[in-house]
């Protein structure tokens, strides 16, 4: 087909192929709208309601840092969008005969047309309130309590619908590791409130404390106010430990929430404060083998999961946590005067401040590389400069040697002269001799003139003497010196030198 043909047949066909081509974009639209929406409308239906049922509120611990640890692992560990709603069991803090009726028909209304999928409780009051009253309004959602003592538990109760991530809270080992830290103690003040449910706390301590009965002495808080409580703590006998169990309501019926009262009590407190839980762990605690609320958070969020996923509730039995290895706080330690050599083998100290090494290690260690890089540069400038001083000597040397041999050349280009000077007086000598001896010789010598020549003859010695002592001055080898010189004194020694030398030999007397 000829090139001209085929865009011939291509513009004929072109209505038609536009046309092909808008149903195409249309298609293609449809698609990318309907894969737009799926997601969504997944979304929508797949989102898990979870109920989250508080014991005495949101911030009381330490029930309200194990619902902190639950939503954080929820929301690590589910593939699913979750809806977490929060409710609180008022109730367990207001005395009466019937106080959670109005809640239950409180919850009754707001949940009739939403169901949730799961119930979460924090708490022995919310667990035991969720048996007893589910029926009436969540009876088809699953039950998971959470952050309950076993001991608290009625787990022959449970139905296939309810399940339980229980703590075991073994009190006399905490109390044991109490006295290896502090092995003299005689009386344990213990913190705990005057609730309906404390109050079941406060029998179950007492009997679990039995075995410890004549080694200490228990001092109970349930029936003091909070501030009669702070009186107390601050007048312990000596050898005296606080164990934190339970502070919601005391016993003049205020609530204390958010851990402040034990933030006020380590304010006041003469003795360390221990606990059974690491919800309280962090400022005023000493430490201890302790309840971990991470690790029972982890725990709790993994059969949340697999609930959620369609597991039955009743068949997932889960073991309860027990105390994670103890753990102490080294400023508490510091603040008590508590050797760590006297922690449980196995301890973590945990807060430990910083040395001054790791708190400025890089400003010392850029001080210390100037000290060394000064240090090395003036033990360098002392040697460069013990090296010049060598220098120096060695080219004194040098320079009293050659000088030494310019002096041997000197002499060597001066030995005629030097001949001539010492033969001259050493002639003269010799001819004042013979003419004083013949003068002597004589029937009255001259005295006078024999003394005359007597003193040429010294004259011409010394002279004789002073060319020999200046000759081996010049020739003798002495280290370089440096000396100052009269140039006046040269200079009559030179003319002195000269005039000799042309003046020839004296005369001697006839």
């Known amino acids: 087909m000829q090139r001209s043909d085929f865009f011939r047949t291509f513009a004929s066909a072109g209505p038609q192929l536009r046309a092909h081509l808008r149903r195409l974009r249309f298609l293609i639209f449809v698609l990318l709208l309907s894969v737009i929406a799926c997601p969504v409308a997944y979304s929508s239906d797949q989102t898990k309601r979870i109920l989250l049922v508080h014991s005495f509120g949101r911030d009381f611990k330490p029930w309200s840092e194990y619902a902190r640890a639950i939503r954080e692992e929820l929301e690590r560990q589910t593939k699913w969008p979750i809806d977490i709603m929060d409710q609180v069991l008022a109730s367990a803090r207001v005395p009466g005969d019937n106080p959670e009726a109005p809640f239950i028909d409180y919850l009754q209304q707001l949940y009739a047309a939403q169901p949730v999928d799961l119930i979460i409780t924090t708490g022995a009051p919310a667990a035991s309130f969720l048996q007893r009253h589910r029926d009436k309004f969540f009876s088809a959602a699953p039950l998971l309590m959470a952050a309950v003592s076993q001991s608290r538990l009625q787990l022959s109760g449970t139905r296939e619908s309810e399940t339980v991530v229980a703590v075991y809270n073994d009190h006399v080992a905490a109390f044991e590791s109490m006295l290896q830290v502090l092995p003299a103690t005689k009386t344990v003040m213990v913190v705990i409130g005057n609730s309906a449910s404390e109050k079941r706390l406060r029998e179950g301590l007492e009997r679990e404390l039995k075995p410890l009965e004549g080694r200490i002495r228990l001092q109970w808080t349930d029936d003091l106010s909070f501030e009669e409580v702070l009186k107390s703590a601050a007048t312990l006998p000596p050898h005296s430990a606080i164990y934190w169990y339970s502070l919601s309501v005391d016993a003049a019926g205020v609530g204390h929430e958010g851990g402040k009262a034990l933030t006020r009590l380590h304010a006041v407190a003469n003795a360390p404060i221990f606990s059974y839980d690491d919800a309280y762990f962090g400022r005023e605690l000493l430490g201890g083998p302790m309840q971990s609320v991470e690790e029972s958070g982890r725990r709790v969020a993994s059969v949340a999961v697999r609930i959620l996923g369609g597991e039955k509730a009743g068949d997932i039995k889960t073991p309860a946590s027990r105390f994670s290895p103890p753990k102490y706080d080294w400023r508490e330690l510091q603040r008590w005067g508590i050797s760590e050599s006297n922690l449980p083998p196995g301890s973590t100290v945990l807060f430990r401040e910083p040395t001054v090494w ?105 002279r004789a003497s002073e060319v020999i002592r200046r000759l081996h001055s010049l020739l003798k080898k002495a280290p370089f010196e440096l000396a100052n010189h009269d140039l006046n004194d040269v200079a009559r020694e030179t003319i002195d030198l000269l005039s000799k030398v042309a003046s020839g030999p004296r005369r001697t007397r006839e």
Not at 445 to 459: G, H, S, Y
């Open 358 to 462: 790791e708190r400025y290690s890089w400003q010392i260690a850029l001080i210390v590389a100037m000290l060394l890089a000064q240090a090395g540069l003036i033990a360098f400038l002392l040697l460069e400069h013990h090296w010049r001083r060598l220098a120096e000597v060695l080219a004194g040397q040098r320079m009293a040697e050659l000088a030494r041999v310019n002096r041997f050349s000197t002499a060597g280009e001066l030995t005629a002269s030097i001949t001539h000077e010492i033969s001259q007086p050493l002639g003269a000598v010799m001819m004042n001799t013979e003419a004083a001896r013949i003068m002597l010789q004589a029937s009255e010598p001259e005295i006078a003139d024999v003394r005359e020549i007597v003193d040429d003859i010294a004259n011409d010695n010394r």
